[in-house]
């Protein structure tokens, strides 16, 4: 089925999908993998992904934690671990200030309950608030601090950028160690230390860590530093145990799950799986994740988008509240409050969405989308713009406006889509008040009066770019029939995830399926049904498939019609039982 995304005089055409094969794309490339070592299904998967060395194998088939790089390989490193060992000599109050989304988040609580455990007593922490103080490492909150009487600031997933924070920091006596993962400017903060594995001079190798990736490898450096000196003697931590946080920033933030990552995160999927942690354990409960085994798209998919609900909508509750409250009734009452929010947040989204399809419909640009509202709710721009850019399969602006005409945006690339919305904001500098963040995902700050100026800024940036076809090319590992889906070969696709940035979910096509019956779910979701495989009888009533948030004005298939579909293949768990169905992730008339 085509993404049709307006009929009406707007430059905003149709747009077409094209399916591209990974294993065609690879042809000879990749390791030969003699018959019989492993399972077939792995092979195809395995040469599709152009797997080229033996060393690179090893890390997809058997990811270990005692392989993991030594964290005094980071630069910075070493004076960051000897200054948090003098804090806990002097029993200094040390202040962790973290980034508000989840990866920063989860940073934050493996930071806190990490640095309790090796028995630092005197800990506190700070987030900035999304919506009412924004991204960043602010001065306000360094002076509030320093008054409380905190003498070192660790920052967590921020930082890198914020010159002015640092230099408060000096003036008012405080310490600053900045831990980050983002690409820095030109000019670093002028802070006791940074450990930054994308600063320069770093040769860790470690650069496709998140932001709590790199606070954990703090911890791990504060660990050994403490025992090396001989100041440990009571202590109760056990690094693995802070895995099911690491796991939760990792699949979240998207970065690559390649090198240590992919020994991080295998083991902190097993760890979030048995999690004794209240909040934890009742939100997997109540999303029906609870005493299965579970995959990098449980959490990314299911149970991190809850989580961010909460600080996007700010009603009080924070995800860090949840990540570390220990009484379970407490615990309980807050899963409540998390799937009320995020009931909230999908409506805000929705709403948005369509208003701003609405708002495009004589857009008379080609090349990138704008749109803003006094009607989208700040905290879900960035998730209507990551929507648009899909939609339009070009750049997207989203700004929510207040009532002062103040302009709060959020800027998205479509999915593999080569340039910077980072540059085109750049490029519109002169009307914004602040601009920032990385080259798929930017944030924007402008005056409403200054709307027709930063529209032809961006015209004249995207206008110097080459023209391409309304064209989206999805890729996929490589056509399956029915009869070669069967558990075993789920559990085989099992064993050699985790998937995620970098090593993407299998993605498979299936043709001439013959269409049973549709069924729309609550919130415009949709579960369709395929008659079973006339040979195999392989998935025995039939095959059962689920397609979330289909494209704007999607034309919905009739029963008997004949599909091809790409999609995944995932598990389902209904009743007690355990079945294999595909989620779609799109869908063509046969033969189209």
């Given at each position: 089925m085509e993404t049709k995304v307006s009929e009406s005089s707007s430059t905003l055409k149709v747009i077409s999908r094209n399916w591209i094969s990974r294993e065609e794309s690879a042809l000879n490339e990749g390791l030969p993998f003699p018959d019989g070592e492993m399972p077939v299904l792995v092979k195809r998967l395995l040469r599709a992904r152009k797997m080229t060395s033996t060393d690179e194998l090893e890390q997809i088939l058997n990811p270990r934690l005692a392989q993991l790089h030594d964290p005094f390989s980071i630069l910075g490193m070493e004076k960051a671990a000897s200054r948090l060992?003098?804090?806990?000599?002097?029993?200094?109050?040390?202040?962790?200030?973290a980034d508000f989304d989840l990866d920063g988040t989860s940073g934050l609580a493996l930071l806190y309950e990490g640095l309790k455990a090796l028995g630092f007593q005197n800990l506190k922490y700070y987030q900035p608030k999304r919506l009412s103080e924004g991204y960043g490492f602010h001065p306000h909150?360094?002076?509030?601090?320093?008054?409380?009487?905190?003498k070192l600031i660790v920052t967590v997933d921020v930082g890198i950028t914020a010159i002015e924070a640092a230099e408060k920091a000096r003036s008012v006596n405080v310490d600053v160690i900045v831990t980050d993962h983002h690409q820095p400017a030109p000019t670093l903060p002028a802070a006791l230390a940074i450990v930054n594995p994308n600063q320069p001079g770093d040769v860790s190798g470690l650069g496709y860590l998140c932001g709590a990736g790199v606070a954990f490898y703090l911890l791990r450096a504060v660990q050994r530093k403490l025992m090396n000196e001989g100041m440990l003697k009571d202590s109760t931590l056990d690094l693995k145990s802070l895995l099911d946080f690491l796991s939760?920033?990792?699949?979240?933030?998207?970065?690559?799950?390649?090198?240590?990552?992919?020994?991080?995160v295998k083991s902190g999927l097993l760890q979030l799986e048995k999690t004794q942690r209240p909040g934890l354990r009742c939100l997997l409960r109540a999303l029906q994740l609870e005493g299965r085994p579970l995959t990098?798209?449980?959490v990314a998919i299911r149970f991190a988008p809850k989580l961010n609900a909460l600080s996007r909508l700010e009603n009080g509750l924070l995800p860090v509240d949840l990540f570390l409250?220990?009484?379970e009734h407490k615990a309980e009452e807050m899963v409540r409050s998390v799937l009320t929010s995020n009931e909230d947040r999908v409506s805000l989204q929705q709403n948005g969405e369509r208003l701003a399809v609405e708002l495009l419909k004589d857009w008379p640009h080609d090349k990138f989308v704008f749109v803003a509202s006094p009607e989208f709710h700040r905290g879900v721009i960035g998730l209507i713009a990551t929507k648009l850019a899909t939609t339009f399969n070009r750049p997207a602006f989203v700004g929510s406006e207040n009532e002062e005409g103040l302009i709060v945006g959020s800027s998205r690339l479509p999915n593999g889509e080569e340039g910077s919305v980072l540059r085109a904001l750049k490029s519109a500098e002169p009307v914004l008040n602040r601009h920032g963040g990385h080259h798929s995902a930017a944030g924007f700050e402008l005056h409403a009066a200054n709307k027709t100026r930063f529209v032809e800024h961006l015209a004249e940036h995207f206008k110097v770019l080459q023209d391409r076809e309304l064209v989206i090319e999805q890729e996929f590992d490589f056509e399956l029939s029915q009869a070669e889906v069967t558990e075993k070969s789920m559990s085989n696709l099992d064993a050699i995830g985790p998937f995620g940035q970098g090593f993407s979910v299998p993605q498979f096509v299936f043709r001439?399926?013959?269409?049973?019956?549709?069924?729309?779910?609550?919130?415009?979701?949709?579960?369709?049904?395929f008659h079973k495989d006339s040979v195999t009888n392989n998935f025995g009533k039939g095959f059962e498939a689920?397609?979330?948030?289909p494209p704007t004005h999607f034309q919905h298939p009739q029963p008997g019609d004949l599909l091809d579909v790409l999609?995944?293949?995932?598990?389902?768990?209904?009743?007690?039982?355990?079945t294999v169905q595909l989620l779609i992730r799109d869908l063509k008339v046969h033969g189209a």
């Open positions: 060992a003098q804090s806990f000599q002097k029993n200094e109050l040390v202040c962790i200030y909150a360094v002076e509030d601090l320093a008054q409380q009487g905190v939760i920033a990792t699949l979240t933030d998207l970065v690559p799950l390649v090198g240590d990552n992919r020994s991080l990098g798209q449980d409250v220990r009484d001439g399926l013959k269409l049973k019956s549709t069924f729309e779910l609550r919130g415009g979701h949709l579960k369709l049904s689920l397609y979330f948030s999609g995944e293949l995932q598990w389902n768990y209904f009743a007690g039982k355990k």
